[in-house]
T-cell receptor
Framework: KQEVTQIPAALSVPEGENLVLNCSFT??????LQWFRQDPGKGLTSLLL?????REQTSGRLNASLDKSSGRSTLYIAASQPGDSATYLC?????????????FGEGTQLTVNP | DAGITQSPRHKVTETGTPVTLRCHQT?????MYWYRQDPGHGLRLIHY???????DKGEVSDGYSVSRSKTEDFLLTLESATSSQTSVYFC???????????????FGEGSRLTVL
């Protein structure tokens, strides 16, 4: 069974700092990995989807990397802003034969202080 | 934003009553999902659908049933609500990319259910 761990569980940084969020998974036979953002009381917003054939995916100040062999992904946020404060979750699918069932980490709660 | 609407957004009900949550999409995506989110457990899949009338169980399906009579609608029913089903319920949609791999997962805004 796939297990997903996100470290740290919470992170507080001053505005402008560059930061890295970590996601590790136990079963490396994945074909993609997705990062989400969740604001309090809201649904999840997709940030980045990395296919297994890619090593990195970028969107604005966000850069996500994927290393299947080590079972790890990182989300890099450059020049953090107070508006980046949210919970960030990563999710990986099971093996291809198990269908579209994602396993989610419990998230990293990020606070960016002005 | 993906066109996903959940209703109701908030509901308070009593133990033993049936409850139905509705998810409506305007994206014509093939796959639809129901998740619940609870502190300490994260997001867990209840049921999902891979087409009209085609559904399957997720990891926490006991006490829940689903139906999908049209591509755009996916209903989640709690046949007899219990306090343990107090949670935030999220609907999500996705589609398949070329090669059969899954595309991005998009979520609705959630439905907060309280069972007294």
């Amino acid at each position: 069974k796939q297990e997903v761990t996100q470290i740290p569980a919470a992170l507080s940084v001053p505005e402008g700092e560059n930061l890295v969020l970590n996601c590790s998974f136990t079963d490396s036979a994945i074909y993609n990995l997705q990062w989400f953002r969740q604001d309090p009381g809201k649904g999840l917003t997709s940030l980045l989807l990395i296919q297994s054939s890619q090593r990195e995916q970028t969107s604005g100040r966000l850069n996500a990397s994927l290393d299947k062999s080590s079972g790890r992904s990182t989300l890099y946020i450059a020049a953090s802003q107070p508006g980046d404060s949210a919970t960030y979750l990563c999710a990986v699918p099971g093996r291809v034969t198990s269908g579209s069932r994602l396993t989610f980490g419990e998230g990293t709660q990020l606070t960016v202080n002005p | 934003d993906a066109g996903i609407t959940q209703s109701p957004r908030h509901k308070v009900t009593e133990t033993g009553t049936p409850v139905t949550l509705r998810c409506h999409q305007t994206e014509n995506h093939r796959y639809m999902y129901w998740y619940r989110q609870d502190p300490g457990h994260g997001l867990r899949l209840i049921h999902y659908s891979y087409g009209v009338k085609d559904t399957d169980k997720g990891e926490v399906s006991d006490g829940y049933s689903v139906s999908r009579s049209k591509t755009e609608d996916f209903l989640l029913t709690l046949e007899s609500a219990t306090s343990s089903q107090t949670s935030v319920y999220f609907c999500a949609i996705s589609d398949r990319l070329a090669g059969g791999v899954d595309g991005e997962l998009f979520f609705g805004e959630g439905s907060r259910l309280t069972v007294l």
